[in-house]
């Protein structure tokens, strides 16, 4: 396995003399630590397919350096590169047996045949394959072909990263759920760098220790679940992960406060020097917000309805034009359609130009 350094990269299907605002990738500088999961998270278009590929070569990039524990890797070859790659469709010898697919990269490596055995072992084990080891994989189900594909990438201890693009597609939706928890526990078990292209912010979330979002070419922010929930870096991360996503709304912002509308909501930090000629937002997970009865001190809405989630409600409701999303309290009774918002300031954001903006505490 490999730390990756992705330099200055760039790609342009339109060739290096492009415009940079036409780039399917624009550029960008980071690094991926050795034995990390991470998932490549994004709206379709978004250019994640083109930096997987990027990644495993299949594309060269027009701009930029791709290193493997600081080499420069960007001339090489696919196959050069020694990673291991998992589609979305099952890419597996159906003639073969379970046994026999597994052992395949290994055998064409050339290990000692007690390895190879001591390693499918432990691949099919992990996978629940066991019991399907000698059965020909013509015979199996679209789930139990998928997760051969998913053994063959694994099967390799040697590999620099192994990449997996949208690998649960073809995966039955009860199904999903249990290989999620158990790709994130195959990565704890073999300490392998793990690379995830998905546009389904659950995969990401359950599968990476970090997440990187994407869109429109850039990556918007890189981190931990966690990191992404309490304070994303860009308004589109708040409002693509969480469900219901960030409310964002205009604010007129000065200090500890921020304007919306004419009504004052507390702010914990301090904001004196935001961007002249800005748009600025607040953004506020609908968590972190709940509806009451209204009052003079609070900013009024109107509730259109309220979404009962089983261990949560959410109030959908209207700030003037602006649609919002609020907790609803425990006994809280929406007999009348006019409600005040709460807000809890230590999680209200203030962005610039969709860019979150530190205050100062
Ligand atoms: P999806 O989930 O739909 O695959 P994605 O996030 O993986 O989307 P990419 O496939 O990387 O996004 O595409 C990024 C941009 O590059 C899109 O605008 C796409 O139309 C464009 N693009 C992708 N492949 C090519 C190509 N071979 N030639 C020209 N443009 C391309």
Redesign the pocket.
Known sequence: MARIDLVDLAHS??GASAATESY??KPMTMTWRQGGAYALL????????????IISGI?TPSHGQVLFDGKDITPLSTRERNIAQVFQFPVIYDTMTVRENLAFPLKNRNLPRASIEARVTEIAKLLDLSPFLDRRAVRLSADAKQKISLGRGLVRSDVAAVLFD?PLTVIDPNLKWELRSKLKALHQALDLTMIY?T?DQTEALTFADTVVV?HD?RVVQSGTPEELFSRPAHTFVGYFIGSPGMNIVSAEVKGKRALIGGHAIGLDKAYDSLPLGAKIEIGVRPEFVSVAAPSPELLSAKIDRIDDLGRVRFARVRIGDVKFAARVPAGFSASESDAGLIFDPAHVHVYADSVLVEGRT
């Not at 994004?42 to 590929?53: I, Y």
């Open positions: 299907y339109g399917a990738l994004g709206p379709s278009g978004c250019g994640k397919t083109t930096l997987l590929n594309v949208e292209v546009h994407m070419g």
